[in-house]
C-alpha cells in the first residue's frame, strides 16, 4: 500500500486530503491533482499553508532525494488547478441537469431538498445571500440535511462554466454529477482555508 504521508505534517491522510507532486523531466515539482501523472510522488496535505511551508523549507527536495526547482508560485498554481478542475466539473453537471441557476430556482431547490450545495458568486449581495441562507436554515429546522454553502468564484467564471449569462447564485442537485462537483468544491474550499 502507498505511503500517503504529508511531507510537512508527517501525518497519514486519505488522497482526497492530499495534494500529490511528481517531478517533470526538467526537475521542476508538478502538482498532480488527478493523481495519475507517472513517476515517484510526494504528498502534502492539500491547504495553501502547507504547500507554501513544503516549498519554502526545501521539503520537496528532501522528499524526492534530489535537486528539484520548485516555482515560486507553486501556491496559486495548485489553487488555479483546483479551480479549473471544480469548474470543468460544474460544467459538465450543468450539461446532466443537476445545476440551477438564478436566485428564485436556486432557493425553491433549497426548499425542496433537491439541493446538495449552494454556490455564490463573489459579487453576490449581501440581501441575496441572506435570503437563501434563510431557506437553507428553513430545512435543517424542519429536519432536513444541512446544505453547504461557497462563495469561491467570480460571475464570469460561474457564469462561464454554467453557459449563462450573470450567474450569481446556483445550486448544484443531488446525484451522482452533484456529488462530484460537491467533492470538488469541498477540496477548493479547504485548500484555500474556508
Given at each position: ?52 511551508t ?59 431538498g ?46 462561464l462554466?454554467?453557459?449563462g ?30
Open positions: 500500500m502507498n505511503d500517503r504521508t504529508c511531507i510537512v505534517t508527517r501525518r497519514q491522510a486519505e488522497p482526497d486530503d492530499l495534494i500529490r507532486f511528481v517531478v517533470g523531466p526538467d526537475s521542476t515539482v508538478v502538482p498532480d491533482i488527478k493523481r495519475s501523472l507517472p513517476g515517484r510522488g510526494c504528498w502534502v496535505a492539500a491547504e495553501r499553508l502547507h504547500i507554501e513544503a516549498a519554502a523549507k526545501n521539503l520537496f527536495a528532501r522528499a524526492f532525494k534530489a535537486k528539484v526547482n520548485v516555482p515560486a508560485d507553486l501556491g496559486a498554481m495548485v489553487d488555479a488547478l483546483l479551480a479549473r478542475h471544480a469548474l470543468g466539473m460544474l460544467g459538465m453537471a450543468r450539461k446532466a441537469g443537476a445545476v440551477v441557476f438564478g436566485a428564485t430556482k436556486v432557493e425553491a431547490s433549497v426548499r425542496s433537491l439541493a446538495l450545495c449552494v454556490l455564490h458568486a463573489n459579487e453576490a449581495s449581501q440581501d441575496g445571500i441572506r435570503k437563501i441562507s434563510q431557506a437553507r436554515r428553513a430545512v435543517v429546522h424542519l429536519g432536513g440535511p444541512a446544505i453547504a454553502a461557497y462563495k469561491l468564484f467570480p460571475e464570469a467564471d460561474l457564469s462554466a454554467l453557459g449569462t450573470n450567474v450569481i447564485h446556483a445550486a448544484v442537485l443531488a446525484g451522482d454529477a452533484g456529488k462530484a462537483v460537491l467533492k470538488r468544491m469541498v477540496a477548493l474550499d479547504r485548500y484555500r482555508g474556508g
